[in-house]
């Protein structure tokens, strides 16, 4: 069983930037990602991170967003800069270990215009 725990989340407004954590209760060997869910829509993919430090990101968020993951620490990040409104949305961090697939419960990233 893997607990993932995010923080970061916040209030900021258009251009601005925030920075995700993901703190994992052990380590994790497969791919960790980030999603979101914005109000009234289903969860999409953000950005993915192997183990070998090999990233996908969506196209909405190229350029602004980078994912990032520390093993020592079991630990990934997400720096999100020129941040937009579309942004708003609820963030969950997942992890890939083994054949399992675990959630965090989500940190709400709110984008003022």
């Known amino acids: 069983q893997v607990q993932l725990v995010e923080s970061g989340g916040g209030l900021v407004q258009a251009g601005g930037s925030l920075r995700l954590s993901c703190a994992a209760s052990r380590i994790i060997f497969g791919s960790m990602g980030w999603h979101r869910q914005a109000p009234g829509k289903q969860r999409e993919l953000v950005a993915t991170i192997n183990s070998r430090g090999s990233t996908i990101y969506a196209d909405s968020v190229k350029g602004r967003f980078t994912i990032s993951r520390d093993n020592a620490e079991n630990t990934l990040f997400l720096q999100m800069n020129s941040l937009k409104a579309e942004d708003t949305a609820v963030y969950y961090c997942?992890?890939?270990?083994?054949?399992?697939?675990?959630w965090g419960q989500g940190t709400q990233v709110t984008v003022s215009s």
């Open positions: 997942n992890a890939i270990s083994g054949l399992s697939v675990y």
